[in-house]
């Protein structure tokens, strides 16, 4: 096998963004130069480099096991990736076999090769089998799950249509797509949104990723941003309407404002832009942050927060040229800002494991709950209690973390309610039903695990193809999208269950 170093360098890359490391992954890029190879992102399947790091694993394990006479003899303990590149390690492992070999050839003639080879094989098996128990009262059927198979690389993003039953889909195969699930077919219609750049007077595929998207309020408009350095605007039925360059870089995040008039959007270039949704114009650009923008949200129709890898939150006002107010607590990079559903409290969520909860009438945090044992990778607030549509509800704040856990907490008592342990692996995407009843989770086991909140109890599971990037809800509660690593989009449908 031979390969160059831009291979190399490629796969690393987006092993970098398949694992969640977004901000380091641009960093490599940069710095090895992946835009100006020749690989085409979209071709390259998901886990290419795990893939291959595997394979070279069990070749050296088959090595080691096949013996000098050309018989194979099961490998008792299996390699570390760190042990198969060291060659003393390998060496001292087929000696070991070796022996091993001769040491048991005198039991297998006594059995015959049959009794004494059976009750090894049973005991490989017995060890290596253990699971955990499922319960399978729980599980969603296949027959309530729409896979929704088209995009040709990891699926970052996905969210409803706020008034129908579409949803959208961002991928690492830059594009996005509507897909139609109002009719409840096996294959429902789906939108292809290229992004293409102009190079040489004509369009090209950007061959970037699609970061992030949101519906605007009435669900007429669609915006997307990309690693290409645009947000773009399209209509529901897939058409072009506005290309916003500004950014010098990738975009991480970008939202609508409720009124629908603005779109807010964080990029890598440190800065946060006010986007005129209706012209495509920069309406004000803030270069605040001292380093890549991570998130941003709106608190009212014109001022909003944005948090940064600089450790710091900044929240703004349009037309105003410095912060209004500037929080700072955290001691690593801030992953996720959210604004309560009144407006008033702010919660952020870091790499030093950590959750906060911030108020305009204080200079440091009201809450610093710590309770994770890993990064927080996001945060959503509950819709309900005052203000909301479930006003005789209390309001609850669910943090995800790396450490595999979800945590629901009493944002006025500052204390953790329920800890959602089900999860295996890291859990990406938390998001509240519409009545704030119940919770979906989205994590790397590839499993979308959805809870009561007033109990803390598991209620639905249904396990997917790839791990779990993105989870959301459609207006009226019933369906539950979920995107994926392996390039996979689904739909799980709760009536009736």
């Not at 809800?473 to 989009?489: F, H, I, L, Y």
């Amino acid at each position: 096998m031979s390969f160059s170093s831009d291979e190399v360098n490629f796969l690393v890359y987006r092993y970098l963004q398949e694992s969640g490391f977004q901000h380091s992954a641009y960093t490599f890029g940069i710095e090895s130069h992946i835009s100006q190879s020749n690989i085409n992102g979209a071709l390259v399947p998901p886990a290419a480099l795990l893939s291959i790091l595997q394979k070279g694993l069990q070749y050296t394990e088959a090595e080691i096991s096949i013996g000098e006479d050309g018989t194979e003899q099961r490998l008792v303990e299996s390699l570390s990736l760190i042990d198969a590149v060291m060659p003393d390690v390998v060496a001292s492992r087929q000696n070991q076999q070796n022996q091993q070999k001769q040491a048991i050839k005198p039991e297998t003639a006594e059995t015959n090769g049959e009794e004494g080879n059976l009750n090894v094989a049973t005991t490989v098996v017995s060890t290596q089998s253990e699971t955990m128990e499922v319960d399978t009262s729980i599980e969603i059927p296949s027959s309530k799950a729409t896979v929704l198979r088209g995009h040709e690389s990891e699926v970052f993003i996905c969210a409803w249509n706020p008034t129908t039953d579409l949803l959208a889909s961002g991928s690492g195969d830059s594009t996005a797509r509507i897909w139609d699930m109002s009719d409840n077919t096996a294959s429902p219609n789906q939108l292809v949104l290229r992004h293409c750049i102009q190079k040489g007077g004509t369009e090209v595929p950007s061959n970037k990723d699609v970061t992030s998207l949101d519906w605007n309020c009435d669900g007429s408009l669609l915006a997307t941003g990309s690693y290409d350095g645009y947000a773009r605007i399209w209509t529901t039925d897939g058409r072009l309407a506005s290309t916003l360059g500004q950014h010098k870089g990738p975009i991480f995040a970008l939202k609508w404002n409720k009124r629908g008039n603005y779109i807010l959007s964080a990029g890598v270039d440190k800065t946060t832009i006010i986007w005129d949704a209706a012209s495509g114009q920069c309406t004000q650009q803030f270069s605040f942050h001292s380093a890549p923008a991570l998130d941003v949200d709106w608190q009212t129709n014109t001022s909003f927060a944005s948090c940064s890898t600089d450790q710091c939150i900044h929240v703004c006002k349009l037309s105003m040229d410095k912060p209004i107010k500037s929080f700072q607590g955290h001691t690593n990079e801030v992953n996720a800002i959210k604004w309560d559903p009144q407006g008033q409290l702010l919660a952020s969520c870091s790499d030093d494991m950590t959750l906060k909860i911030w108020s305009m009438k204080h200079d440091t945090c009201v809450h610093d709950l710590q309770a994770h044992s890993k990064e927080i990778y996001t945060i959503k607030w509950s819709p309900t209690g005052p203000g909301t549509q479930n006003p005789n509800m209390n309001l609850i704040l669910a943090s995800a973390s790396f450490d595999s856990t979800v945590r629901l907490w009493d944002v006025e008592r500052g204390a953790c309610i329920h800890t959602l342990t089900k999860h295996t692996e890291p859990v990406y995407s938390v998001a509240f039903s519409p009545d704030g009843k119940f919770l979906a989770s989205g994590s790397f086991d590839k499993c979308v695990h959805i809870w009561s909140t007033q109990t803390g109890q598991l209620v639905h599971s249904y396990k997917g193809t790839g791990g779990i990037f993105e989870v959301c809800w459609n207006s009226r509660g019933d369906k539950v999208g979920a995107s994926a690593s392996d390039g996979s989009v689904f739909v799980l449908d709760l009536r009736k269950l």
